[in-house]
Each structure stands twice: as C-alpha cells, then as structure tokens.
C-alpha cells in the first residue's frame, strides 16, 4: 500500500542532543513538508522540498535541518539550537493535481525532550 | 491577526446531532482543505474544495469563495467523530503546495 511513514510513534532524548526523525513515502510525490504542532496551535511549518536535492525553510526553521538526497526520503533533525523541541511532528508528500496540491500526511512522531 | 480562523474552538454535542464547524480565512485561496485528526495524532485528509459543496458519507464540506468562508457538517453525529477538525488553505500567492491552518476544532461526541 502507498503511504507515507514516520517513525518512532514516540522519541524520547535528553536536552543537548541531537535528533533525527525519519519520513518516507512511496507515493511518488515530489514535495514533501515537516510540521509542527504544539497545543493549542495550528500546524506550523519547518521546512518543504518542492524536488530532490532542493528545501526551502519554512515559517520556523531555526534549530532544525533536513535533506532531500532521495525522492522517498525526507529526514528532520532536530538540533540542540531549538529552544523547545517537545513538540509533535508531521511529515507530509503532496502531488499537483489539475493545479491544486493534494497533501497527505503521516501518523506523525512525538517528541519529547528530557 | 491570524489568517484562518475557525469556530468553535471546543464543542461537545450527543450523539445523533447535527455538527457544524465553520472556517473563515482572510487571503486569496486556491483550495481549501478539511482535516481530521484523532486523539492518536494521525491526520486524515477529508475534503478539498475550491468551489461549491462536497458530501461523504455524513460529512458535508461547502464554501463560499465571495465570503472567504467554509463549513463542514457532520448528519447523525457518532462517537467515533470525536476529533480535532483542522481547516487549511493554499494561499494563492504563497509557494505552491504550502497550506496555512487554522487552529482546529475539537469535538467530543457523546453517547
């Protein structure tokens, strides 16, 4: 089944380290997008690749970094420069229909920084 | 000011009961999408709509491109409707694909 995946459901990390939250998708999408969503709030986002080997920062890029080597692969990580990583994270793919992009999203990864 | 607003923040409603939850936005669109996100956190896409009116199944989506404004209703509301409805919307003049969201609503149905 075609379908984007994120994983782990949960991560846990210590303040100061590093992490890296994984996204795939075997839908062949071109684009693909990190959110963030904290309570209360609505989805903000991180950083968005239209094609491979080109991103571009989102609304609150800082302290966070991604790669786009490969069209199924999108890894986030997060960096000890983001003031407050807890945070639940969604990665999603979109495909141009008839001009109007289609987004899909993954279960999402909570993190939660000790 | 934010740019999507919805209405209500919170609503509770017994089961059976006509749901209405209603996004307004205050940019150009190009569509506009209706979001379903369950307590576990997974986000399902349920409508996407640049004119007139969806139906699915109980769920209905409409706008009105004039008013800057959309509704989705949910008919013979259930308990396993209790979620957090999100709207968003493509900006017509932001880059291509990037959705901008409102809130959420969070619904409870009770038995």
């Known amino acids: 089944d075609g379908g984007i995946t994120q994983s782990p459901k949960y991560l846990f990390r210590k303040e100061g380290q590093n992490v890296t939250l994984s996204c795939e998708q075997n839908?062949?999408?071109?684009?693909m997008y990190w959110y963030r969503q904290d309570p209360g709030q609505g989805l903000r986002l991180i950083y968005y690749?239209?094609?491979?080997?080109?991103?571009q920062k989102g609304d609150i890029a800082e302290g966070y970094s991604v790669s786009r080597e490969k069209k199924e692969s999108f890894p986030l990580t997060v960096t000890s420069a983001q003031k407050n990583p807890t945070a639940f994270y969604l990665c999603a793919s979109s495909i141009d229909r008839e001009g109007l992009q289609t987004q899909y999203f993954g279960p999402g990864t909570r993190l939660l920084v000790l | 000011k934010n740019e999507v607003e919805q209405s209500p923040q919170n609503l509770t409603a017994q089961e059976g009961e006509f749901i209405t939850i209603n996004c307004s936005y205050s940019?150009?669109?190009?569509?506009l999408h209706w979001l379903q996100q369950h307590p576990g956190g997974g986000i399902v896409s349920l409508f996407m709509?640049?004119?007139g009116k969806k139906k699915h199944g109980r769920l209905i989506a409409t706008i009105n491109i004039q008013e800057k404004h959309s509704s989705l209703h949910i008919t013979a509301s259930h308990p396993r409707d209790s979620a957090v409805y999100i709207c968003a919307v493509e900006d017509y003049g932001g880059s291509q694909g990037n959705l901008i969201f409102g809130k959420g609503t969070k619904l409870s149905v009770k038995p």
């Open positions: 690749s239209q094609i491979v080997n080109d991103f």
């Open positions: 940019v150009g669109i190009s569509a």
């Open positions: 709509l640049s004119s």
């Open positions: 839908l062949n999408h071109d684009a």
